[in-house]
């Protein structure tokens, strides 16, 4: 049987259930490999908001750049032609685990193209 908290009086019978969410993002802790060797080497780092009175909280989001999308290191600096984009900067940037909506000039479509454009761009 499925059912609201807010409405118990409307109950649906069901056979089977699916688990439709994405659990919070925190680099932090992931098992991913390279997450982790990123993090390990100072090559990355969790994304930080910073409040007016001087604290700071430190969110579960990979940390990059606003303008290229590039990886910020542990000191700070941008990691040059190393590009995170999707659910990982999450709470960096928001909205990055839904689809794009047609017929509009998507955020997550122009940050894909924008990694695009640097990366066939690059050159030494």
């Known amino acids: 049987m499925a059912y609201s908290e807010l409405f118990p ?12 969410r994405l659990a ?21 780092r969790p994304y930080e908001l910073h409040f007016k009175d001087g604290s700071t909280e430190q969110l579960g989001a990979m940390d990059v750049t606003t303008e ?8 700070g600096t941008p990691v040059p032609n190393v590009y995170v984009c999707g659910i990982t900067t999450e709470g960096r940037h928001w909205l990055t685990n839904g689809s794009p909506i047609p017929s509009v000039n998507d955020v997550r479509l122009r940050m894909a193209d924008m990694i695009a454009n640097q990366m066939m761009t690059y050159s030494e």
């Open 9 to 20: 009086e409307y109950k649906v019978p069901v056979t089977g259930v699916i688990e439709a």
């Open 24 to 44: 919070s993002i925190d680099i932090r802790i992931s098992k991913n490999p390279l997450i982790q060797d990123l993090l390990k080497t100072g090559m990355a």
């Open 68 to 75: 290229t999308a590039e990886l910020i290191d542990n000191d």
